[in-house]
């Protein structure tokens, strides 16, 4: 099964506001990415958080990680209508080598 | 630096024939990852390959897949007797290492190759 999970699956918001998207996970983590991709497009990578950090912050991008709960946080503030696009969540687990993704939440930013 | 370029961008086949996808990895990138995409789906891990040996395929189907990357020339996917349920978009990662822990990077993707099986 699929280690990262996203919630909301798709969420829709008016320009300007705040998008908060959400990612749980199972198993013991080296680190957590978070994704980008445009429809019909390749992934572009955002940010990437260790495990043994806390929050990080990129842009209008904060993200946040919590290993207790296994789950991180995407926030995008002030979102734009360019932000439109879906957004995944990887992890590299620990002993692994592969960076497993979620289904991703698909964000629609209305002008 | 061109990134990862994968070709074809999209492909059509019929049931039967073979698929044959193409990687190059961002140059210096000795790591690459191949990830099928069903439409509406996350990314699914198929096979993981430095130059010449397969790291782990655990993801990759026993039958009709393969992957190889020679130490000259790009990473191939190859998919034989392709069925309808092949149809999707297959990304290509590279990566600088294996261990990103100690680097603020993830992936490098490319724009993937979209087959269609008719």
């Not at chain 1, 290993?67 to 687990?93: E, G, M, V």
Request: hydrophobic residues 30%.
């Amino acid at each position: 099964s699929q280690q990262g999970e996203e919630d909301p699956q798709a969420l829709s918001i008016q320009e300007g506001e705040n998008a908060t998207m959400n990612c749980s996970y199972k198993t013991s983590i080296n680190n957590l990415q978070w994704y980008r991709q445009n429809s019909g497009r390749g992934l572009v990578h955002l940010i990437l958080i260790r495990s043994n950090e806390r929050e990080k912050h990129s842009g209008r991008l904060r993200v946040t990680l919590d290993t207790s709960k296994k789950s991180s946080s995407l926030l995008i503030t002030a979102s734009r209508a360019a932000d439109t696009a879906s957004y995944f969540c990887a992890t590299d687990n620990t002993g692994g080598f592969k960076t497993i993704f979620g289904a991703g939440t698909r964000l629609f930013v209305k002008a | 630096n061109a990134g990862v370029m994968q070709n074809p961008r999209h492909l059509v086949r019929r049931r039967g024939q073979e698929a044959r996808l193409r990687c190059s990895p961002m140059k210096g990138h000795s790591h690459v990852y191949w990830y099928r995409q069903l439409p509406e789906e996350g990314l699914k891990f198929m096979v993981y390959l430095q130059k010449e040996n397969i790291i782990d395929e655990s993801g990759m189907p026993k039958e009709r897949f393969s992957a190889e990357f020679p130490k000259e020339g790009p990473s191939i996917l190859r998919i034989q007797q392709v069925v309808r349920g092949d149809s999707a978009a297959y990304f290509c990662a590279s990566s600088l290492t294996l261990d990103r822990g100690g680097m603020d990077y993830g992936y490098t993707f490319g724009s993937g190759t979209r087959l269609t099986v008719v």
